[in-house]
């Protein structure tokens, strides 16, 4: 009795799914779902190889330090980085004093809940880089975390830096041009043509777009691939600060767990010596 | 006690025989994970993975009331409180990305502990009370993890959400009202993050609960084993201490070891990138997907895409969904062969592994990816078949099939047809 209610029950749900199926499928031959923009012409992040890579990446703080200085000279007119804290910045290799003149410059604002106004003190070490205010379109994301809140990482960051191309003349790996194929999506006034951008066009204008925009104490070269780069090394410091000591914890205790698998299989192989099975 | 040659507890200390009158719990202890319960000598390695689910479960009860100290179930601070958890906490972010891979974990070790009963008949008489608490912690297990989902309060979190919540709106009549109640509002806010925090801290106990009852119906009959021919004399079996803790253990080391070091050198590999963008109503992800761990289920709810005569596709999907586990509860009384094992099930092994498995990992794939074609005429595909395989042809199988001949006992498949006098003055 159970079996033919079941067969039954199994007869419902498999006719429904030949259903939406058939339908499907005749919606597909008939009317086949053109491929969007998208899909034909999103790019995928370049190749980028960082320090902070693999299971023994660990942090070049030089690297930091410059990233951290193009940030400060260009992302920052526009992009906050809410969860990092001033004392975080000691492990860019800067020491207490620097890490206090970096604080000082900054304005952190406070609300003054006597006089309903809000104030502003210079920054000190305990306190989190400021509230950002920009006035322009668009809505700059807090770049704390954007290493691990994109698909790519850090890769992506830095593509999406060193990628802005024309839009008239642009094609893809197939060879097709865009506007040729999609003539009605010319990038709108105020928005800038990115590839690797999820749909294309980009409030962001680019951010790096000369050599030497900033010049890095240490002698690099500051082209714009460099600088792209240092920055996206900076921002996945940002994302995991934690990433070097995670590294550095991992190898011990994985190490240990093989080490002890080792002794507890053969105390298993021991124990079932004359025990077949 | 579940063999007559079971053990017994003998106390042989003072103090021990004093607790054993009075309240016998090592006496408990033993008989349950100790010397006094005998188990099947043959069973491998597919046996191992009940004692890492209990591994798990203890790994995310621990690490979850640690981050539970630290964390803010506050819509307005909740990410924050996250991201305060993974910089400035001690070991903050161990804690973090242990519990969040830990889930990945315990659904791994769980899935496969799921599918060594399917292929290994162990839903069966007389163990049909261990299947059913075992379906039911699966059930508890997959609300857990949604709301432990939530509670970062990501974008993910959000819209996963509203999603599942959703769900419950495809109800006909009732359904919005309910979806409300069930949210404390129209959308997901303060009030769904507080009730989800608060269940998700709950329902691990009642887990442990079940597994409790889950360890007890267990040890009434004692463990399958490959053969599925129950255990007929001493020589069939060996008691779990030393034997199966030996084995549990060396297999748990390995276990730990992996999932370090996927906690250590990839622990963002299994999560969404979407989820570390706070949450915000006003924007929808391109892509709303659950963990991958619901994938299979995700992906049969959104294979149901046209309305089945006078039954919206929603609805279709929701109940298909449900439905989808649901039926394991069903299983024992749906697969009526007397043959346990699918070693000696030539019919029931090729529909499991040329049907079965590959469907659920069509699922899996699909249910990963956009709600486009190809994935859902994939996923429909995916969906059939599963269906059928649980309703259709699990039951029609099991009485035409002609199943290979059992051996005689477990000794006898151990040591062949001479071995039964050696095998006995061994053990």
């Not at chain 1, 509230?131 to 960051?157: E, N, W």
């Not at chain 2, 769980?110 to 839903?123: A, E, L, Q, T, V």
């Not at chain 2, 040890?219 to 779990?240: A, M, R």
Request: hydrophobic residues 45%; contains cysteine.
């Amino acid at each position: 009795m159970i079996r033919i209610f079941s067969i039954l029950v199994g007869l419902f749900f498999t006719v429904a799914l030949l259903w939406s199926f058939g339908n499907g499928a005749y919606n597909q031959i008939t009317d086949p779902a053109a491929a969007s923009a998208e899909e034909l012409f999103h790019k995928h992040p370049k190749e980028l190889a960082l320090a902070s890579d693999g299971p023994f990446g660990n942090f070049d703080r030089q690297q930091l330090q410059r990233g951290f200085q193009v940030y400060q000279e260009v992302c920052a007119a526009c992009h906050s980085l809410k969860l990092v804290a001033y004392r975080d910045l000691k492990q860019l290799g800067y020491n207490d004093d620097e890490v206090k003149a970096i604080a000082a410059k900054a304005q952190i604002p406070v609300y003054d809940p006597h006089t309903g106004e809000v104030k502003s003190h210079a920054g000190l070490a305990k306190d989190n880089f400021p509230p950002v205010v920009y006035g322009g379109q668009g809505s700059p994301p807090d770049l704390s975390l954007i290493t691990k809140a994109r698909h790519g990482g850090a890769s992506y960051v830095y593509s999406l830096l060193t990628g802005y191309a024309e839009q008239a003349g642009f094609k893809n790996e197939k060879g097709d041009e865009l506007l040729k194929k999609f003539p009605d999506l010319k990038t709108p006034e105020g928005l800038h043509f990115n590839p690797y951008f999820a749909n294309l066009n980009i409030a962001m204008p680019p951010p790096l777009s000369s050599d030497g925009q900033v010049t890095y104490g240490d002698g690099t070269k500051a082209t714009v691939g460099q600088m792209s780069k240092d920055v996206s090394a900076f921002l996945v410091w940002t994302a995991e600060p934690e990433l070097a000591k995670r590294h550095q914890t991992g190898w011990p205790v994985v190490l240990f767990l093989l080490f002890a698998t080792i002794l507890a299989y053969l105390s298993y192989r021991n124990i079932w010596a004359d025990k077949k099975h | 006690m579940s063999f007559p040659w079971a053990n017994e507890y003998k106390p042989s200390h003072p103090f021990m025989q004093w607790m054993d009158s009075r309240l016998p719990l090592p006496r408990f202890v033993y008989n349950a994970v100790g010397a006094g319960y005998p188990v099947p000598r043959n069973i491998n390695y597919w046996w191992n993975f009940g004692f890492l689910a209990l591994i798990c479960l203890g790994l995310q009860i621990v690490t979850g009331i640690v981050l539970a100290m630290h964390y803010a179930a506050n819509a307005g601070i909740a990410f924050d409180s996250v991201e305060h958890i993974m910089r400035d906490v001690n070991w903050g972010w161990l804690m973090r990305y242990a519990h969040g891979n830990g889930a990945s974990a315990f659904f791994v070790v769980i899935y496969i502990h799921i599918f060594r009963g399917f292929y290994f008949g162990s839903y069966k008489p007389p163990r049909e009370m261990v299947w059913l608490l075992g379906v039911a912690i699966f059930l508890l297990m997959m609300a857990t993890a949604f709301m432990g989902y939530v509670l970062p309060w990501g974008q993910m979190s959000f819209w996963g959400a509203k999603v599942i919540t959703g769900l419950f709106g495809a109800i006909p009549l009732v359904g919005e009202p309910i979806q409300q109640w069930l949210l404390g509002g129209f959308a997901p806010d303060n009030a769904a993050l507080n009730r989800f925090f608060s269940l998700h801290y709950l329902l691990p106990f009642v887990i442990v609960a079940v597994v409790v009852l889950h360890i007890w119906a267990l040890h009434i009959p004692g463990s399958t084993n490959p053969t599925g021919v129950e255990v007929k004399t001493e020589s069939d079996t060996l008691p779990f201490f030393p034997y199966f803790i030996a084995k549990d253990g060396w297999a748990a080391l390995a276990f730990l070891m992996i999932y370090c070091a996927v906690v250590f050198f990839a622990p963002n590999m299994l999560g969404h990138p979407d989820n570390y963008i706070p949450a915000n109503s006003m924007s929808t992800p391109a892509l709303i997907v659950p963990e991958w761990y619901f994938w299979p289920f995700y992906a049969i709810l959104r294979s149901f895409t046209f309305d089945f005569f006078f039954i919206p596709a929603k609805l279709m999907g929701v109940l298909a969904m449900f439905g989808s586990i649901l039926v394991w509860f069903f299983l024992p009384w749906l697969d009526k062969s007397p043959v346990r094992s699918g070693n000696y099930r030539p019919l029931f092994r090729k529909f499991f592994w040329f049907g079965l498995i590959p469907s659920v990992l069509l699922l899996g794939y699909c249910g990963g990816s956009h709600a486009a074609e190809p994935y859902l005429m994939l996923s429909q595909i995916g969906s059939f078949y599963y269906f059928a395989h649980f309703l259709i042809i699990l039951p029609i199988i099991s009485s035409i099939e002609r199943p290979d001949p059992l051996p005689f006992s477990i000794t006898e498949s151990v040591l062949g047809h001479d071995g039964n006098a050696a095998l006995g003055a061994a053990a």
